[in-house]
């Protein structure tokens, strides 16, 4: 956490309300997303309990499982909630603009979810049925595999910094706003909303209070309380399972009805809460750079549903060394530019990154516009030097390339010595990109003495690191080959893990 952000902690502790971080949401919001509250029992790893889904408030639907032991019930669960999905997936695969290969779609879904516990339980759900059969022994609906993954091309995409198709509700909000609680408490949808609009009448003294009872704002998901479970909710499938056994219709229509309200009771104020979330962030404008990210995940989704319609296979259980090695390089990169675009936007992430050295803003003490050099090709070329002095804490070295959001589209720099100077610094670079095509650079291209100006370190374009083809992997990295068999589905794949138990 830099100082800035601390500070920020602090004055809404201090002041008991929550102090904006960021002057812009930095995040898409769908004008249409598809919101899914999922919960799951406590302690019960992988078997879902319910799910609330719709893409308006209004709207929502309440799916439940009775016994979220039963895998019949738990796949039916899969089904009906895969079929919602889909719905809303597939009108996105209709509109696509360009020509051949450059074509892609123009507009790509967004799910939320209330918490990252939720992205989380789409992940399992997503496990559990990708890999499931439609056919023979244990078959489940046509629609489950293929929900199964999408959602884990959702889940993964999800990783990625910046993107913006399955998003946690609480993260954005913790993007935009600081409270006075720590970050793991900031995971809490209702003790976060308490911090920043708590409910007429009420101080967050008393918000926060109510949010920490479960009984009045249970858990945001995807776990729930384990007073409610063993009070309520174990008595009420207990019930349920004597009804079934019994093979009493109306008493297990009054069993599964009384169940299906217990859970609303559960999940309805999540489901409310979300929505109130999200009108809160629709107050705050977008920023500039937002529509630029979200045209990678309109690709990446274009990619995607390409690939499935070519008969697609399911994503691995587990990355190989390489993919691991790669997909940990691409995350690495989209977190760089992500962080770069909210500073580039956004001059109070600037000032949150220029207080931990890793950017600087200061005034333009020297200039030397009409320096030039010789390239390799014996060209004549203008690259000026600008020196800057600034109070700011620098800890960039000689060599780092820069951009500016005080100057032109186009601007780019490279630090040439970083020298202390009293209570100052100054910190001369070489301007090599934004000044045109000429000899001579354009107006304004060139910061004059006496202008202030902000530098921030460019992501820039970097090779793909290079890694040994699949067959050179040292055995140190490598799995036992598998004779026979598609590495990216394990032979056993469709093959239960479970009996067909109660």
Same mark, same amino acid.
């Given at each position: 956490?830099?100082?800035?952000?601390?500070?920020?902690?602090?004055?809404?502790?201090?002041?008991?309300?929550?102090?904006?971080?960021?002057?812009?949401?930095?995040?898409?919001?769908?004008?249409?997303?598809?919101?899914?509250?999922?919960?799951?029992?406590?302690?019960?790893?992988?078997?879902?309990?319910?799910?609330?889904?719709?893409?308006?408030?209004?709207?929502?639907?309440?799916?439940?499982?009775?016994?979220?032991?039963?895998?019949?019930?738990?796949?039916?669960?899969?089904?009906?909630?895969?079929?919602?999905?889909?719905?809303?997936?597939?009108?996105?695969?209709?509109?696509?603009?360009?020509?051949?290969?450059?074509?892609?779609?123009?507009?790509?879904?967004?799910?939320?979810?209330?918490?990252?516990?939720?992205?989380?339980?789409?992940?399992?759900?997503?496990?559990?049925?990708?890999?499931?059969?439609?056919?023979?022994?244990?078959?489940?609906?046509?629609?489950?595999?293929?929900?199964?993954?999408?959602?884990?091309?959702?889940?993964?995409?999800?990783?990625?910094?910046?993107?913006?198709?399955?998003?946690?509700?609480?993260?954005?909000?913790?993007?935009?706003?600081?409270?006075?609680?720590?970050?793991?408490?900031?995971?809490?949808?209702?003790?976060?909303?308490?911090?920043?609009?708590?409910?007429?009448?009420?101080?967050?003294?008393?918000?926060?209070?109510?949010?920490?009872?479960?009984?009045?704002?249970?858990?945001?998901?995807?776990?729930?309380?384990?007073?409610?479970?063993?009070?309520?909710?174990?008595?009420?499938?207990?019930?349920?399972?004597?009804?079934?056994?019994?093979?009493?219709?109306?008493?297990?229509?009054?069993?599964?009805?009384?169940?299906?309200?217990?859970?609303?009771?559960?999940?309805?104020?999540?489901?409310?809460?979300?929505?109130?979330?999200?009108?809160?962030? =629709?107050?705050?404008?977008?920023?500039?750079?937002?529509?630029?990210?979200?045209?990678?995940?309109?690709?990446?989704?274009?990619?995607?549903?390409?690939?499935?319609?070519?008969?697609?296979?399911?994503?691995?259980?587990?990355?190989?060394?390489?993919?691991?090695? =790669?997909?940990?390089?691409?995350?690495?990169?989209?977190?760089?530019?992500?962080?770069?675009?909210?500073?580039?936007?956004?001059?109070?992430?600037?000032?949150? =990154?220029?207080?931990?050295?890793?950017?600087?803003?200061? *005034?333009?003490?020297?200039?030397?516009?009409? =320096?030039?050099?010789?390239?390799?090709?014996?060209?004549?070329?203008?690259?000026?030097?600008?020196?800057?002095? *600034?109070?700011?804490?620098?800890?960039?070295?000689?060599? *780092?390339?820069?951009?500016?959001?005080?100057?032109?589209?186009?601007?780019?720099?490279?630090?040439?010595?970083?020298?202390?100077?009293?209570?100052?610094?100054?910190?001369?670079?070489?301007?090599?990109?934004?000044?045109?095509?000429?000899?001579?650079?354009?107006?304004?291209?060139?910061?004059?003495?006496?202008?202030?100006?902000?530098?921030?370190?460019?992501?820039?374009?970097?090779?793909?690191?290079?890694?040994?083809?699949?067959?050179? *992997?040292?055995?140190?990295?490598?799995?036992?080959?598998?004779?026979?068999?598609?590495?990216?589905?394990?032979?056993?794949?469709?093959?239960?893990?479970?009996?067909?138990?109660?």
């Amino acid at each position: 956490m830099s100082t800035l952000s601390a500070l920020a902690h602090v004055q809404a502790m201090e002041s008991m309300q929550a102090v904006p971080l960021t002057e812009f949401r930095h995040r898409r919001l769908s004008s249409r997303p598809l919101v899914i509250v999922p919960l799951a029992m406590a302690g019960e790893a992988g078997a879902p309990l319910a799910a609330m889904v719709g893409s308006a408030k209004r709207n929502g639907t309440l799916l439940v499982v009775a016994q979220p032991r039963n895998r019949d019930q738990r796949f039916a669960f899969a089904a009906d909630l895969g079929r919602i999905v889909m719905d809303y997936i597939d009108p996105f695969r209709q509109d696509r603009r360009g020509d051949g290969e450059r074509s892609r779609y123009t507009d790509a879904p967004q799910l939320l979810v209330p918490t990252p516990g939720g992205v989380k339980a789409l992940a399992d759900l997503g496990r559990m049925c990708r890999f499931r059969a439609t056919s023979g022994p244990y078959a489940v609906p046509d629609v489950v595999p293929e929900f199964g993954m999408w959602l884990t091309f959702l889940v993964d995409r999800a990783e990625q910094a910046g993107t913006s198709v399955l998003l946690p509700v609480t993260t954005m909000l913790a993007e935009h706003w600081a409270t006075g609680q720590s970050t793991l408490e900031d995971q809490n949808l209702a003790s976060l909303m308490a911090w920043i609009a708590p409910p007429s009448g009420l101080s967050v003294e008393q918000a926060m209070a109510d949010a920490e009872n479960p009984d009045v704002c249970p858990p945001a998901g995807p776990s729930t309380s384990p007073e409610f479970d063993n009070r309520d909710l174990a008595p009420a499938i207990r019930k349920f399972d004597t009804a079934r056994t019994l093979g009493d219709p109306h008493a297990l229509a009054t069993a599964e009805t009384e169940l299906r309200e217990m859970i609303a009771g559960q999940i309805q104020p999540t489901w409310r809460m979300v929505w109130q979330a999200l009108s809160l962030l =629709r107050s705050v404008p977008e920023a500039p750079r937002t529509a630029k990210r979200f045209e990678g995940d309109c690709k990446a989704f274009t990619d995607y549903s390409d690939y499935r319609d070519d008969g697609g296979l399911p994503q691995r259980k587990r990355d190989t060394a390489i993919g691991a090695a =790669r997909r940990l390089g691409w995350l690495e990169r989209a977190l760089a530019e992500f962080e770069s675009d909210m500073a580039f936007d956004d001059r109070f992430v600037l000032a949150d =990154r220029r207080s931990a050295g890793e950017a600087f803003a200061g *005034t333009v003490v020297k200039a030397e516009p009409g =320096r030039t050099v010789t390239t390799d090709k014996n060209r004549r070329v203008p690259r000026p030097h600008v020196t800057v002095r *600034t109070e700011d804490p620098v800890r960039l070295a000689a060599d *780092t390339k820069l951009i500016s959001p005080s100057m032109p589209a186009g601007h780019k720099a490279m630090i040439v010595s970083v020298l202390p100077d009293g209570d100052t610094t100054r910190i001369t670079v070489e301007i090599t990109g934004g000044m045109g095509r000429g000899r001579v650079p354009k107006q304004g291209t060139v910061p004059d003495p006496g202008q202030r100006i902000a530098y921030l370190p460019d992501p820039g374009w970097r090779p793909a690191p290079q890694f040994p083809a699949s067959d050179a *992997t040292p055995w140190t990295h490598s799995a036992a080959d598998r004779v026979g068999t598609d590495p990216a589905v394990p032979e056993d794949a469709t093959a239960e893990e479970w009996g067909n138990e109660d």
